[in-house]
């Protein structure tokens, strides 16, 4: 029997803007000469917090299936937010991450708003991942550290192709951050 891999993954994710990329590397950077850990860095331009595996595919996924998922995705509504991660820690396959421990509650609820318009009723759904920003590789064992605070505001969420094992990220579809300011009477968010 032959087994056919998936070759494509097209999923959500978030990325810094460009000031807090240089930040993150920089940090990165600190940590390594600090701790002394080493390995393969993802490169400036690859670093994003993933925040849904949409799907994988054996062949690549096809215009009118991005568009599908950006029509779908454009339903959610959120505005804008700081996000602010501020510990590493080594996780599976040698990943070095940044997480914002307890404080990803906006990218969580963001991840389930994207998982919930992606998944029709009486489907199985689709795998939310936490929130995470992939640093480097390394085979150097990582406990939870404490980093300077890296912050920024997420305006928008993308679509990324992936060619999995070739480290190949391609965005595909942008979707601005946007909704209503909800207010109560007698409240002032």
């Given at each position: ?26 940090a990165r950077r600190e940590l ?158």
């Open positions: 029997m032959i087994t056919v891999r998936p070759t494509d993954r097209l999923f959500f994710a978030v990325l810094p803007e460009a000031e807090t990329v240089d930040a993150i590397c920089r390594c000469e600090k701790t002394g850990l080493s390995g393969a860095d993802v490169p400036p331009q690859q670093l994003h917090v993933a925040l849904l595996r949409v799907a994988d595919y054996v062949v690549p996924p096809t215009v009118e299936d991005i568009d599908a998922i950006l029509r779908e995705a454009g339903t959610v509504e959120m505005l804008p937010f700081r996000v602010s991660f501020g510990r590493v820690k080594s996780v599976a396959r040698g990943a070095l991450v940044l997480t914002a421990g307890r404080g990803c509650a906006t990218l969580e609820k963001l991840s389930t708003r994207l998982r919930d318009a992606l998944t029709a009723p009486g489907t199985e759904s689709r795998r939310a991942v936490p929130p995470h920003m992939t640093l480097m590789r390394s085979e150097t064992i990582q406990r939870t550290r404490r980093v300077e605070p890296i912050a920024w505001t997420v305006r928008e969420v993308v679509l990324v192709h992936s060619l999995l094992g070739k480290a190949t990220h391609r965005v595909v579809g942008r979707l601005p951050l946007r909704g209503r300011q909800l207010t109560l009477p007698g409240f002032d968010f």
